[in-house]
């Protein structure tokens, strides 16, 4: 599977056309601008296999979930993202005979995505008829600026003969999610239209009613000349068609150029829809095709200005990590706070629901270090938004008093997951949700957050672990039993390292928070108090008791901190005596046998380390590297970059350098043979961090940033950019200096390893 | 819902009609003969809610599971034990009036069962047409002598008016399970015969091709004369019938009998099957329906002459307890060793698959107490065909060398559950299967078993064990990880008392076991050891190691042993702490919340202790259930019954008691609210046991009973039969002696608490 894409430094491409690829390919070359998102579906008629697959961002529907075995608690629905009302469709035919590419001759065959301008090329020379050479290229892009917009430009050239070409452009609504679980079509039409030239489809969600209105219109022209047209409408259930025919001489091409607005009931009132679509429309004509690409184009510039990684020596690389940067900016674009990051972002179906912990985990460090605050401030927001909702979902559970729990994966703020081992055990995600508090405002510096919204959340997320953890008279310590840490590879485990951590550093960080608002902004600080019951006498000093006395496992003889109660009871092996056709374990072994190995999916103690990294020595980070490393299969795709990032911190560079590899191209080299299912999106952040906290050793002090770059032996240099409380900064590490850029008017404080420098605004300097 | 039905020392009786109660109803009143069972379904059209339920023993569906989250080596399809084409119905019109019991006006009802004579009657009084009132009865059976044969009576009498009556007769195999998975059913039409008088209906399942044929005929009497009546005939896919009707003056009785014959292809060649079922039809209506019926009963009376228990003093716990006898042996006859015990019997489709370890660890020691001791054999002989296909269950799960783990729930062999901490980790059932054995041969003597087919299976299951069990560095001990066990209050625990136990008592036996045969029977042993490829010099080393240096946790304090690691960091607290209005938790906690809380749903340090009892002082015994009783919540319907055995064996008579009475009429008073889907049939065997075994304190002691009977006060007597190595005898217990009776030739040798005592053939004994 290694290498069926050729490499390049801003291209991925496709040369050849592979059926069996087809799914995989459809999402690599996905397009997305944070609004709606489109896999690489073809534009005309396939008649192979393939995924189809357009979405909207927010749509949903909440399909009953399939369970053998309920259990008490479990929610009755899935939320899934919705493949969405075809826009793309345009139905190709030539002197009679419809182009299908699995049924022509394929003379050659090219597949293009463009990651610096954004967007999707695939040029084809085919054979019909026996004689009849022609060649076909579309072009397509979701507008940056406009992104309610998708445009087409779909060409057809005979090339040694004269002939009649038909195209069928269409909306089309009859669509089916592949992961429906009973069978059921989730869309039901509200209304259709159809003129010559133009088509409007109105379509809406069973059970959620969202509303999401497509329009399209088109123009054909011939030597950039509008070709006059009468074309035939199509008109029933579902769908809407203009069918027109045009005679392109040999060497003639027709252009057909589709414009189509996309406009959801989330941005609208229902009953504006076709008024809005009508508008985009004529705004989109007006503009025409040129402009809003070159727009879109420069808005795309804009993004790799503040965002690009530029590697010097290792194409792979290079190519890899502008392939995780351009997928994340166009899964999220950081502009509505009722979005979030999915999993597979636009690109597939597959973890329907929308957020997983991945988004505070992964997500939210990238996009702090790149994006303007409110982007970060957004992804927080949406979590406070659905404050209410986790508390409902923990007393469900049977917690009290505005505890709250929030979900493993949601779309609305309901727990749309069940597995009880991961719905009601993987807990440690509340406590990504409380750190990512404490990490916007230690990037942003944007302290107000904390008593307008921050502390809100982290008085019910400490609840919720005040209640979770029991005493135990046996070891006169807290614990916290039956949980499922980061390594799902463990289920139903006692004390899990990382869980107790994140409970301690969560109480503690709410108790300092309060004590510093008492002094600060103690009005603030009252109402929330008051809204939410605290109660001074009873909570503080439970809260401080957890903290003071919880149960952590260390091994005392090997120094190393234990994932779990009774880790040290199992065999412990090195995940290379794994036979090579038992991997991954996941697909070849039954799930006890792996629950009862030592083998980690993903990091877990280690996850611990990295986030609190600060509280231990490089030689405790590396005893807990060495031990945890070896058993770790890295079977997620949210593994290999926190390794990669603790092996550059303990100065490992070759193995930081395996594990980055590992993690950035997992997609483009389908590591897990599941690429057909969508791309990893929340994962390709944490590339991002593998090179700017790993390699760049880059970190927040306080109010400094500091550097410790290290580079991989075959890399001559690389570079970034990040943010930092409103400055955006470029570093460029070659293997003799480091030079750091402020390309903000505000000065720098930067620690260079350990020596202390300024950065003036719109200076640099020359660290050796 | 307590007392909705009379209590009556041999009947069980509904009066009044209750629809809400129709479900309920449907599953106490439930017959069975071991080949056949039906559901309480009245014969003609009801119009409210009902559970269709006709089963044939054996014929089961392998339907899709349905599964959310799917985890290597689960099964695809889950057995369930089929409702079969409908051979009970009987339509009535009378003056062009249906009677359906949801519509007509019911001026009085009555249901019984008779358990002395095992038949169900019903007679009901009802007004149609605003004034016509008649009078219905029906009784049916399912014969116990002939078990392929079904009969009904069923008759009306106009009480005051003189009408047209109108039958429709019929076989019907249009029908479903409330279980399918996805709306399929399973029955196909192979043939049909309708002709005036008689019909047939061939069906077979759908991918296990079982045939199934029924076969009915019948004749209608008015003052025991046969009527003359020329039937219509209905012949329509999947359903015969004839319709007639005949004239009733006012209070003349038309007495209906429906023969009807249910072959099976699992009994006859499938193309051999209209001619048995004719055949057999015709010895239905040559024996005729009193013949038929006073055999039947007298096939019970011998039933019950060695397997009633008699209970003075207590009409609801005598009640109780025919209830139990009586539907274990409507269940299970041991006639045919490929049937099995399902949990529900002929109940209800819940846990579709026939056989789980109750079938081993209550059903069995019912049966050899009770029953001829090939019905005990049958039952193991079951297990013994399903090794190989236990070897490959095993395999699936990363096992080698002819291991066996044998399935959790199974129809034919083959694993068909899917939950993975059950399917994968609760394999202490394994164990019981090894148990089984011993437990065959010291009841019956019948040591020839052990070197012809149990030895197989013991070295299948010690190589479980063996493989199973890890060695843990950190304990310097073999320890057992991840398991679940009776408890499933817990699941993924590590070193489970009870399933330790289980281990290091199975190696044990098979190592002795080995080494007896070495001496008293080396070339059958010769041949297993051969077959079973047996390696001497590695196995049995391996095996003596694990014996020796098996992990077993203990609370040194309290001196108990621990349910699993960990178990002393749980708040232990008692289940009287749970409030009333959260009980059982299982229908008001979350999962997680069940598993982390000490709550035991049923016994398992105590039912690892009630199997080895021999190895334990009393002192310790009452420890361990003083412990673990308090904290159980008896939310299996397997749990009350060992508890109360234990708490007899420690003296505790007033706990016995009233854990017996939460067992014996579990599904008479409905304690957990859910016997419209079927009795518990699993458990009737230890409430049975409870009185034995509990009050009557019978053991085997080598070649001896033991018994150490107590009475609960508020009984006058009790007394009970047993059978020990081809003798039978009676125990009758009263407050101031014990009569023990020896019904048989040979003599019985008796410890009465510890005192030996020869009760010769035929004679009996007076202790007191």
Redesign the interface.
């Known amino acids: 599977m290694n290498s069926y894409y050729k490499k390049d430094e801003w291209l991925v491409v496709e040369e050849g056309f592979d059926p069996e690829m087809n799914r995989e390919s459809e999402s690599i070359f996905s397009l997305g601008n944070g609004y709606m998102g489109q896999r690489a579906n073809f534009e005309e008629h396939y008649s192979g296999d393939y995924h189809r697959g357009s979405y909207v961002a927010g749509v949903y529907y909440p399909d009953k979930?399939?369970?053998?075995?309920w259990?008490?608690?479990y929610p009755e629905y899935?939320a899934k993202v919705l493949n969405a009302p075809n826009w793309i469709g345009i139905n190709l035919t030539v002197d009679g005979e419809v182009i299908d590419l699995a049924q022509v001759k394929i003379n050659s065959f090219r597949r293009t995505l463009n990651m610096k301008e954004g967007y999707l090329e695939r040029h084809f020379n085919i054979t019909i008829l026996k004689t009849k050479t022609l060649e076909i290229s579309s072009k397509r892009f979701l507008s940056m600026t406009e992104p309610d917009l998708g445009l087409i430009r779909y060409s057809v050239k005979p090339v040694n003969f004269s002939g009649s070409v038909s195209f069928t452009v269409y909306l089309d609504s009859d669509v089916r999610n592949e992961d429906t679980n009973y069978g059921k079509k989730f869309w039901k039409e509200v209304s259709r239209h159809i003129s010559e030239g133009s088509g409007m489809l109105i379509s809406r969600t069973m059970k959620t009613d969202f509303h999401v209105a497509l329009g399209m219109t088109y123009i054909l022209e011939k030597d950039n000349k509008k070709v006059k047209i009468k074309p035939e409408i199509t008109d029933r259930a579902k769908y809407v068609a203009n069918t027109f025919s045009s005679v392109a001489g040999k060497g003639e091409e027709l252009v057909l150029y589709k414009f189509v607005s996309v406009i959801s009931s989330l941005n609208y009132d229902k009953k504006n829809l076709p008024a809005i679509v009508n508008q985009r429309l004529e705004f989109a004509i007006r503009s025409g095709y040129n402009k809003l690409l070159s727009d879109h184009i420069n808005e795309w510039d804009k993004i790799w200005a503040t965002s690009d990684v530029v590697i010097n020596g290792d194409i792979s690389a290079q190519q890899a990590i502008r392939f995780n940067i351009f997928h994340l900016n166009q899964t999220y674009t950081g502009k509505d706070e009722r979005l979030n990051i999915g999993p597979k972002g636009f690109t597939g179906e597959k973890y329907g629901g929308s957020t997983y912990w991945d988004t505070e985990a992964f997500g939210l460090p990238f996009f702090l270090k790149t994006a303007d605050k409110q982007v970060g401030k957004n992804l927080l927001l949406y979590r406070y938004k659905h404050l209410q909702k986790s508390i409902e979902n923990a007393e469900?559970?049977?917690f009290k008093h505005g505890a709250a729990l929030y979900p493993m994966v949601t779309m609305n703020g309901e727990e749309c997951h069940?597995?009880?081992?991961i719905t009601?055990?993987e807990i440690h995600r509340n406590g990504a949700i409380a750190f990512a508090i404490y990490n916007y405002i230690r990037h942003t510096g944007d302290k107000e957050y904390m008593a307008d919204y921050g502390l809100e959340v982290l008085i019910a997320i400490s609840r919720f672990w005040s209640q979770r953890a029991?005493?135990?008279?046996?070891?006169k310590k807290y614990?916290i039993?039956?949980v499922t840490g980061p390594n799902e590879y463990e289920?139903?485990?006692?004390n899990n390292w990382y869980t107790n951590s994140l409970a301690v550093w969560t109480l503690s960080y709410t108790l300092k928070t309060i004590e510093e608002l008492e002094k600060g902004n103690s009005s603030k600080l009252g109402k929330v108090l008051k809204k939410t019951n605290f109660n001074f006498k009873t909570e503080l000093p439970r809260w401080s008791e957890l903290v003071k006395n919880m149960h952590f496992n260390v091994d005392t003889k090997r120094q190393v901190f234990l994932q779990q109660?009774?880790f040290?009871?199992?065999?412990?092996l090195s995940a290379e005596s794994i036979p090579k056709d038992e991997k991954p374990i996941?697909?070849?072994?039954?799930?006890?046998?792996i629950?009862?190995s030592c083998y980690i999916k993903q990091a877990d103690v280690l996850q611990g380390l990295y986030l609190f990294e600060d509280k231990y020595d490089t030689e405790t980070i590396k005893r807990n590297f060495d031990f945890y490393e070896q058993m770790t299969v890295h079977e997620s795709s949210l593994s290999a970059c926190i390794h990669s990032i603790l092996a550059s911190r303990i100065g490992n560079i070759a193995k930081a350098y395996e594990l980055y590899l590992r993690t950035a191209r997992l997609d483009l080299d389908d590591y897990n043979n599941e690429v057909s299912d969508g791309l990893h999106i929340t994962s390709m952040a944490g590339t991002w961090l593998a090179i700017v906290e790993g390699f760049g050793g880059m970190r927040i002090q306080d109010d400094k940033i500091l550097l410790k770059p290290l580079i991989p032996d075959n890399w001559k240099s690389y570079s970034f950019h990040s943010r930092f409380r409103g400055i955006l900064f470029e570093v460029k590490v070659s293997s003799t200096q480091t030079i750091v850029r402020n390309l903000s008017e505000k000065s720098l404080n930067l620690v260079f390893d350990t020596k202390n420098y300024i950065v003036k605004g719109k200076t640099e300097i020359i660290v050796k």
């Open positions: 979930t399939r369970v053998g075995w259990k008490n608690g899935f469900k559970l049977g069940n597995e009880w081992e009601f055990e029991t005493y135990s008279e046996n070891l614990v039993l039956g289920n139903n485990v006692n109660d009774g040290l009871d199992k065999e412990l996941n697909q070849h072994w039954s799930w006890d046998r629950l009862r």
